[in-house]
C-alpha cells in the first residue's frame, strides 16, 4: 500500500510539471526570398522569407516542434545550437552526423525538449555555407512557475544577430574555395540584424535602429551568427553588464566591450542612461591570425541606438571607439574574466575525471586532388585537423544511424586521446623544420571516440602554429562544458593546474580557444548519441577541424537512446 502511494504521489508530481509545460509548434519554410544589399539584387535561401529567419521563443520545460519543409533547390538541415537534446539527437541536425540532409521537396520534425535550460541561444543551417541566410535566435526564459531571472528584470529584451554577408551564391563560395584548396574568398560585409548599415554602399537605409527611453534596461541578446570571424561589439556612450553566456548564467561582469565568436551568445543588461541623443552601436572584425595576415573583411556594421526625443537634440549619431582589429589583449580580458553564477540544484564542475583527451587541432596540407584546379602544387591544399585526423563526413548514412543499426564500416572508433607528437605546439618553425614535415600531413578518416554513459572528461585543447596561429571557436553539440583555464604558449600540466577554476567555472557550448594557446575544459557524458565537435569557422568544418564523440547508452530506460522519427530523412 505504501508503495502504491509512492507511485501515485510521484505521477501526480510528474504530471504537475507537464501541465507546466507547454508545446511550441513551427514551421519553417526553406524557400527563395529575393533581397537587395551593397547595390545588388540578390536570390537567398532563406526561412519564411525572412533574413534573419524567425525568432523561436520557448520556455524551460517546453516541447518544441518544428516541421521544415524544403523549398529551395539545395539539401537542407537545422541545428537548435546550444539545445542539450537529451535523448533526442536525431533532431540535432548536423548533415551526416545525427541525420542526413532534407532534400528539397522534402520535410522533416524536428522535436526536442528543453531541459534545464534558460538565456539565448539560435539556430541555423547545418549544410554548407548555407547558414550565412538560414538562421535565427532562440529565447529561452524560465517556466512558468518559476522565480525570474537572477538578475533585476530588463524592460525590454532585444535580439542582437551579427552575421556576415557575400555578394555572390554561399554555396558557390564554399565550393570554390574546396576547389581552390585555399580558404573562402572574405566576405563583403558584416550587418546587424540583416542590415549592413550606412558604412556600406546603398546602405544608408538598410541600418539597424534600436529607440530606447532614459532610464530603462535593455537586455540584449547578442548572437555571433558571422561564418567565419570573430566579432567586437560597442554601443557608444554604454556599457553592459553580462549576465549569460551560451544559455548559462555568469555573475554579473562590467565591460564597454564584448568580444564574441561565431556560435557564441551573450546577454548583456545595458541601461539608457546617456543623454538622450543619438548612438551607434558598431560591429567589427577581431582577426586572431598571426601576421602576415590574408586578406580579411575589416569593415564595419553599425546600428542606431535612438533615444525618445533625441532628432532634437542630436541629428548625428556618435561613433563608438573600436579596438584595434588585432586586438588579442581585449579580447583575452573579456573571455577569461566570465564566471559562472552558482546556483542551488545546478550541477557543478567534476572534480574526478574517468577519460583525459589531449587534442591538438590547426589547419595542414593535403596533395592536391585532380578536381582543385588552382591547387597549390607545391605545397598542396590547406585541410584541417584534430590530434593529426582530418575529420571526413560519412557518405552513406548518418553516423547516428549506423550507431543505432550497429551498421559497420560507416566510421572507426579509434580517434586518439593525443597527438602523434608532442612539440613546440605554437612555434612558427613547425612549418620550416624537415623533422616534423610529417605533421603537416593530416589524413582524411572517419574516427569517434567512444565514450562511456556518464564518464567525466577533461580535454586540454591545445592550438598549433601548423599554417598559421589562430582563434579557433570549437563547438561541442549536445552538451555545456565547464571551461577551467586559458592561456597562451604551450600547455604546462603542472602550471596550468594551478590556475584551473574548479569553484564557479563559467558554461559554454562554443570556446575560442587563444591565438597560439590552449584552453582546459570538463563536461560529463550523460546523453547519449553521436555528437561532433567542430571549429565553428564555417570553412574549417568541410576542411576537416572536427571530431566526434560517440556516446554509450545508460543502464536505465531513461538513459537509452529512442529510435529515430518516422519522417527521418534518408540518405
Given at each position: 500500500?505504501?508503495?502504491f502511494?509512492?507511485?501515485?504521489?510521484?505521477?501526480?508530481?510528474?504530471?504537475?510539471?507537464?501541465a507546466l509545460?507547454?508545446l511550441v509548434?513551427r514551421?519553417?519554410?526553406?524557400g527563395?526570398?529575393?533581397?537587395?544589399?551593397?547595390?545588388e539584387k540578390?536570390v537567398?535561401?532563406a526561412v519564411n522569407?525572412?533574413?534573419p529567419?524567425p525568432t523561436?521563443?520557448v520556455l524551460?520545460?517546453?516541447?518544441?516542434?518544428?516541421?521544415v519543409?524544403?523549398e529551395?533547390?539545395?539539401?537542407?538541415?537545422?541545428h537548435?545550437h546550444g539545445?542539450f537534446q537529451?535523448l533526442?539527437a536525431w533532431a540535432?541536425?548536423p548533415?551526416?552526423?545525427?541525420?542526413?540532409?532534407?532534400r528539397?521537396?522534402?520535410?522533416?520534425?524536428?522535436?526536442?525538449?528543453i531541459i534545464g535550460?534558460?538565456?539565448?541561444?539560435?539556430?541555423?543551417?547545418?549544410?554548407?555555407?548555407?547558414?550565412a541566410t538560414?538562421y535565427?535566435?532562440?529565447v529561452i526564459?524560465p517556466?512558468?512557475?518559476?522565480k525570474a531571472?537572477?538578475?533585476p528584470k530588463p524592460d525590454?529584451?532585444?535580439?542582437?544577430?551579427?552575421?556576415?554577408?557575400w555578394?555572390?551564391n554561399?554555396?558557390?563560395v564554399e565550393k570554390?574555395a574546396?576547389?581552390s584548396?585555399?580558404?573562402?574568398?572574405k566576405?563583403?560585409?558584416?550587418?546587424i540584424?540583416?542590415?549592413?548599415g550606412?558604412l556600406?554602399?546603398?546602405?544608408?537605409k538598410?541600418?539597424?535602429?534600436?529607440?530606447?527611453?532614459s532610464?530603462?534596461?535593455?537586455?540584449l541578446r547578442i548572437?555571433?551568427?558571422?561564418?567565419?570571424?570573430?566579432?567586437?561589439?560597442k554601443v557608444?556612450?554604454h556599457?553592459?553588464?553580462?549576465?549569460?553566456?551560451?544559455?548559462?548564467?555568469t555573475?554579473?561582469?562590467?565591460?564597454?566591450?564584448i568580444?564574441?565568436?561565431?556560435?557564441?551568445?551573450?546577454?548583456?543588461?545595458m541601461?539608457a542612461d546617456?543623454?538622450?541623443?543619438?548612438?551607434y552601436?558598431?560591429?567589427?572584425l577581431?582577426q586572431?591570425?598571426?601576421?602576415?595576415?590574408p586578406p580579411?573583411?575589416?569593415?564595419?556594421?553599425?546600428?542606431?541606438?535612438e533615444?525618445?526625443?533625441?532628432h532634437?537634440?542630436?541629428?548625428?549619431?556618435?561613433m563608438?571607439?573600436?579596438?584595434a582589429?588585432?586586438?588579442?589583449?581585449t579580447?583575452?580580458?573579456?573571455y577569461?574574466?566570465?564566471?559562472?553564477?552558482l546556483?542551488p540544484?545546478k550541477?557543478?564542475?567534476?572534480?574526478?575525471?574517468?577519460?583525459h583527451?589531449?587534442i591538438?587541432?590547426?589547419l595542414g596540407?593535403?596533395p592536391?586532388q585532380?578536381?582543385?584546379?588552382?591547387c597549390n602544387?607545391?605545397?598542396?591544399a590547406?585541410?584541417?585537423?584534430m590530434?593529426n585526423v582530418s575529420?571526413?563526413?560519412?557518405t552513406?548514412?548518418?553516423?547516428l544511424?549506423?550507431?543505432?543499426k550497429n551498421v559497420?564500416?560507416?566510421y572507426?572508433?579509434d580517434?586518439?586521446?593525443?597527438p602523434?607528437?608532442?612539440?613546440?605546439?605554437?612555434?612558427?618553425?613547425?612549418?620550416t623544420?624537415?623533422?616534423?614535415?610529417?605533421?603537416?600531413?593530416?589524413?582524411?578518416?572517419?574516427?569517434v571516440?567512444?565514450l562511456?554513459y556518464?564518464?567525466?572528461?577533461e580535454?586540454v585543447l591545445?592550438?598549433t602554429a601548423?599554417?598559421s596561429?589562430?582563434?579557433?571557436?570549437l563547438?561541442l553539440h549536445?552538451?555545456?562544458?565547464?571551461v577551467l583555464?586559458?592561456?597562451?604558449?604551450?600547455?604546462n600540466?603542472?602550471?596550468?593546474e594551478q590556475?584551473?577554476?574548479l569553484v564557479?567555472?563559467?558554461?559554454?557550448?562554443?570556446?575560442?580557444v587563444?591565438?597560439?594557446g590552449?584552453?582546459?575544459?570538463?563536461?560529463?557524458?550523460?546523453?547519449p548519441?553521436?555528437?561532433i565537435?567542430?571549429?565553428?569557422?564555417?570553412?574549417?568544418?568541410?576542411l576537416?577541424?572536427?571530431?566526434?564523440?560517440e556516446?554509450e547508452?545508460?543502464p536505465?530506460?531513461?538513459?537509452?537512446?529512442l529510435?529515430?522519427p518516422?519522417d527521418?530523412?534518408q540518405?
Amino acid at each position: 500500500m505504501a508503495r502504491f502511494f509512492l507511485i501515485l504521489a510521484f505521477a501526480l508530481a510528474s504530471v504537475g510539471s507537464l501541465a507546466l509545460a507547454g508545446l511550441v509548434e513551427r514551421t519553417f519554410r526553406v524557400g527563395k526570398m529575393n533581397i537587395s544589399r551593397l547595390c545588388e539584387k540578390r536570390v537567398i535561401a532563406a526561412v519564411n522569407g525572412q533574413m534573419p529567419g524567425p525568432t523561436l521563443e520557448v520556455l524551460e520545460g517546453d516541447t518544441v516542434e518544428v516541421h521544415v519543409i524544403n523549398e529551395s533547390p539545395y539539401n537542407i538541415t537545422i541545428h537548435w545550437h546550444g539545445v542539450f537534446q537529451r535523448l533526442s539527437a536525431w533532431a540535432d541536425g548536423p548533415d551526416m552526423i545525427t541525420q542526413c540532409p532534407i532534400r528539397p521537396g522534402n520535410s522533416y520534425t524536428y522535436k526536442f525538449n528543453i531541459i534545464g535550460q534558460e538565456g539565448t541561444l539560435w539556430w541555423h543551417a547545418h549544410v554548407s555555407f548555407l547558414r550565412a541566410t538560414i538562421y535565427g535566435a532562440l529565447v529561452i526564459r524560465p517556466r512558468r512557475g518559476a522565480k525570474a531571472y537572477p538578475f533585476p528584470k530588463p524592460d525590454r529584451e532585444v535580439p542582437i544577430l551579427l552575421g556576415e554577408w557575400w555578394n555572390a551564391n554561399v554555396v558557390n563560395v564554399e565550393k570554390e574555395a574546396l576547389l581552390s584548396g585555399n580558404g573562402a574568398n572574405k566576405s563583403d560585409a558584416y550587418t546587424i540584424n540583416g542590415k549592413p548599415g550606412d558604412l556600406y554602399n546603398c546602405s544608408s537605409k538598410e541600418i539597424y535602429k534600436l529607440k530606447v527611453e532614459s532610464g530603462k534596461t535593455y537586455m540584449l541578446r547578442i548572437i555571433n551568427a558571422a561564418l567565419n570571424n570573430q566579432l567586437f561589439f560597442k554601443v557608444a556612450g554604454h556599457g553592459f553588464t553580462v549576465v549569460a553566456a551560451d544559455a548559462a548564467y555568469t555573475k554579473p561582469y562590467k565591460t564597454d566591450v564584448i568580444v564574441i565568436a561565431p556560435g557564441q551568445s551573450i546577454d548583456a543588461l545595458m541601461i539608457a542612461d546617456a543623454p538622450p541623443a543619438l548612438y551607434y552601436m558598431a560591429a567589427q572584425l577581431y582577426q586572431s591570425i598571426s601576421p602576415p595576415f590574408p586578406p580579411f573583411d575589416n569593415t564595419t556594421t553599425r546600428g542606431v541606438l535612438e533615444y525618445k526625443y533625441s532628432h532634437v537634440q542630436s541629428p548625428h549619431p556618435q561613433m563608438p571607439e573600436m579596438p584595434a582589429f588585432n586586438n588579442t589583449a581585449t579580447a583575452h580580458r573579456f573571455y577569461t574574466n566570465l564566471t559562472g553564477l552558482l546556483m542551488p540544484g545546478k550541477p557543478t564542475v567534476p572534480l574526478e575525471i574517468d577519460t583525459h583527451m589531449f587534442i591538438t587541432f590547426g589547419l595542414g596540407i593535403d596533395p592536391c586532388q585532380t578536381n582543385q584546379v588552382t591547387c597549390n602544387r607545391t605545397r598542396g591544399a590547406t585541410v584541417a585537423s584534430m590530434n593529426n585526423v582530418s575529420f571526413r563526413n560519412p557518405t552513406k548514412m548518418s553516423l547516428l544511424e549506423a550507431r543505432y543499426k550497429n551498421v559497420k564500416g560507416i566510421y572507426a572508433e579509434d580517434f586518439p586521446n593525443k597527438p602523434p607528437l608532442f612539440f613546440d605546439f605554437t612555434n612558427a618553425s613547425v612549418n620550416t623544420d624537415p623533422t616534423l614535415a610529417p605533421l603537416l600531413f593530416a589524413p582524411k578518416e572517419t574516427k569517434v571516440k567512444r565514450l562511456k554513459y556518464n564518464s567525466r572528461v577533461e580535454m586540454v585543447l591545445q592550438n598549433t602554429a601548423i599554417i598559421s596561429n589562430e582563434n579557433h571557436p570549437l563547438h561541442l553539440h549536445g552538451y555545456n562544458f565547464y571551461v577551467l583555464a586559458q592561456g597562451f604558449g604551450n600547455y604546462n600540466k603542472s602550471m596550468a593546474e594551478q590556475s584551473y577554476n574548479l569553484v564557479d567555472p563559467h558554461e559554454r557550448n562554443t570556446i575560442a580557444v587563444p591565438t597560439g594557446g590552449w584552453a582546459a575544459i570538463r563536461f560529463v557524458a550523460n546523453n547519449p548519441g553521436v555528437w561532433i565537435m567542430h571549429c565553428h569557422f564555417d570553412i574549417h568544418l568541410p576542411l576537416g577541424l572536427a571530431t566526434v564523440f560517440e556516446v554509450e547508452n545508460g543502464p536505465t530506460p531513461d538513459s537509452i537512446l529512442l529510435p529515430p522519427p518516422m519522417d527521418f530523412p534518408q540518405c
